[in-house]
């Protein structure tokens, strides 16, 4: 027997180690389900993956209208069409909002995992901008590399002088 | 005086850059504790100003994440840790830039899951060993503990610089007051990494001061899994009736006496040294010394001095074997037991003398008892080491020398 052919066996190992070397490591994502209640509206339910402390930030569609959440008080914020969640070790948020029968499928949002500095689009698979997260100032104030080099040539000359 | 007064315009403008580093980030009371409702106030806010239109004060991205960090991490307070040298240092942000001299210390980072990227600058060593350090390539280079750079150590702007504890005390001495002189902002930390008696509390502290706490526990279970094997076998051995160990380093008649690394490890793996009584740490012994005193074990280390062979980027066992075969052959040595019951073994330095030393430990405590070890398998803990927790793509099948015989 040719050992070159793949035998079925084979293409199904060699499937299973592609994807579990393709599989990437535990990634953060927020996930969006959502679903018509009884008396009418949506109840949005966001699956917070890996993210132990970071925010969302929801866009709900024109001619939908916030109506609450079970996210505590002090971890959400609305203003306009926008509502903002901090997340401090939950894994779900849920919030419910009234509109047309499509609008579930047209809200839009982001999130961040300030640990990993990560941010992402809610229902993507995973991180859109690495590092990106929060990103409100410069890393790093220019000069103090400069600065520490001198610093660093002035010590080792007096050093040097000094002996 | 110029000198001086340009040292000094140096220092406030880089202490302009860490004054704010002393308080706990978006603690907004101000009382040391950084609160969920606090942390979840600074992050509504600066959503709120990127997202929303809000116009209020926002913390920093740099805060924001500080604050993240301390609040998974450290509880929400500052954490204050003692390092090896029993020094005590309080940090309300986390060590983001780190520059370490010690490649032992390295090796200990990665092995609880420190991220590469948060290292800035290595030990010349580290460079020099792409094979097991390949993911450090390219970082600056801080020269060594006896021979520092430090132009590139102050360039790097590190919030942290690792240096042993308890070797070479003087010039790490040296390099803390001169990289101080530089930049006052830079913490200093000591761990020897290497040290058994030290290496779990160390691990554990590190763990803390880097966040990777559960990496930490993690890894002990790992190492305690093993040393915890060896120690609960050897325990019923008297100690009269433990196999007697003649150990010898890299220079020939070089041995280990009372209180040196290489006694503790072979009174770890259930051996008794021979030079146990001898005071020098690394004592020249008499040949005829140690064929009057009669091992049961030699154990020779190789991978220094005039033995640079083996380890991690040499595959060639040869060596190994000609260097058993020279002790063999050591006028009148055919008298010692271990000669002549053929329990003369190599071993490298690499997995007997660095962080890596419950490897050699499980090595010598099969050669010691094989009765009581059959189901330990010391190639396996190695390659398991490397291949989960140093995550190294390297195949022990393959690649590398560490003992002879196999």
Same mark, same amino acid.
């Given at each position: ?89 939950? @894994? ?39 590092? @990106? ?31 | ?15 302009? !850059? ?35 239109? !809000? ?20 509880? !929400? ?129 590190? !763990? ?199």
């Amino acid at each position: 027997m040719n050992s070159s052919v793949m035998t079925p066996r084979r293409a199904v190992v060699l499937c299973i180690l592609i994807a579990l070397l393709a599989a990437p490591a535990a990634a953060a994502s927020v996930e969006r389900t959502v679903a018509s209640l009884p008396e009418g509206g949506f109840e949005v339910t966001l699956t917070v993956t890996d993210i132990p402390v970071g925010g969302i930030v929801e866009t709900i569609p024109d001619g939908c209208t916030w109506a609450g959440t079970d996210h505590p008080e002090n971890r959400t914020r609305v203003s306009g069409q926008h509502v903002a969640f901090a997340v401090v070790g939950e @894994e779900t948020v849920r919030y419910r909002m009234q509109g047309p029968a499509e609008a579930g499928e047209e809200i839009a949002g982001t999130w961040e995992d300030l640990q990993a500095g990560e941010s992402g689009t809610v229902g993507s698979d995973g991180p859109r901008n690495p590092g @990106e997260a929060a990103q409100t100032t410069a890393p790093g104030a220019p000069g103090f590399e400069w600065a520490a080099a001198l610093a660093a040539l002035v010590v080792l000359c007096v050093r040097r002088c000094g002996r | 005086m110029t000198h001086k007064l340009l040292l000094l315009v140096c220092c406030i403008f880089l202490l302009a !850059g860490t004054a704010a580093a002393e308080t706990v980030p978006c603690d907004s009371d101000g009382d040391g504790t950084l609160t969920a409702s606090e942390l979840a106030t600074a992050i509504l806010d600066s959503l709120d100003a990127r997202f929303m239109g !809000g116009t209020v004060e926002v913390p920093s991205s740099d805060d924001l994440r500080d604050a993240a960090f301390v609040y998974e991490h450290w509880d !929400g307070r500052a954490l204050t840790i003692t390092d090896s040298s029993g020094r005590e240092t309080t940090l309300s942000r986390p060590l983001r830039k780190i520059a370490v001299f010690n490649s032992d210390t390295i090796e200990m980072m990665r092995s609880i899951g420190v991220e590469s990227d948060r290292v800035v600058g290595v030990s010349k060593y580290t460079l020099e060993d792409p094979t097991y350090f390949p993911e450090y390539r390219g970082k600056a280079n801080l020269g060594s503990t006896w021979a520092p750079d430090y132009e590139q150590a102050a360039a790097v702007r590190p919030d942290a610089v690792f240096l042993y504890a308890t070797i070479s005390q003087s010039s790490c001495d040296e390099i803390e007051e001169t990289l101080s002189s530089i930049d006052p902002g830079i913490r200093f930390f000591r761990f020897d990494s290497y040290r058994p008696t030290a290496y779990a509390d160390e691990v554990r502290t590190m !763990g803390a001061l880097l966040g990777k706490e559960e990496g930490a526990e993690r890894f002990l279970a790992f190492h305690g899994s093993v040393m915890d094997t060896v120690a609960g076998r050897i325990a019923s051995i008297p100690a009269d009736e433990r196999v007697s160990v003649y150990l010898e380093n890299w220079d020939d008649y070089k041995s280990a006496g009372n209180g040196s690394g290489y006694d503790e490890k072979i009174g770890l793996a259930g051996g008794r040294n021979i030079f146990a009584d001898t005071a020098v740490e690394y004592p020249a012994v008499d040949p005829e010394a140690v064929i009057s005193r009669n091992p049961d074990v030699i154990v020779k280390i190789v991978g220094a001095g005039e033995l640079v062979f083996g380890g991690y980027g040499d595959d060639d066992p040869a060596p190994f074997e000609e260097v058993t075969r020279a002790i063999e052959d050591r006028p009148v040595w055919d008298r010692i037991d271990a000669v002549r019951d053929g329990r003369v073994h190599v071993i490298h330095s690499d997995v007997i003398g660095g962080p890596e030393y419950f490897i050699g430990v499980a090595y010598m405590a099969k050669w010691f008892y094989p009765d009581l070890f059959p189901d330990l398998d010391p190639r396996a803990v190695h390659q398991q080491y490397l291949s989960e927790f140093q995550r190294l793509d390297y195949d022990l099948e393959e690649h590398g020398a560490f003992v002879y015989p196999v």
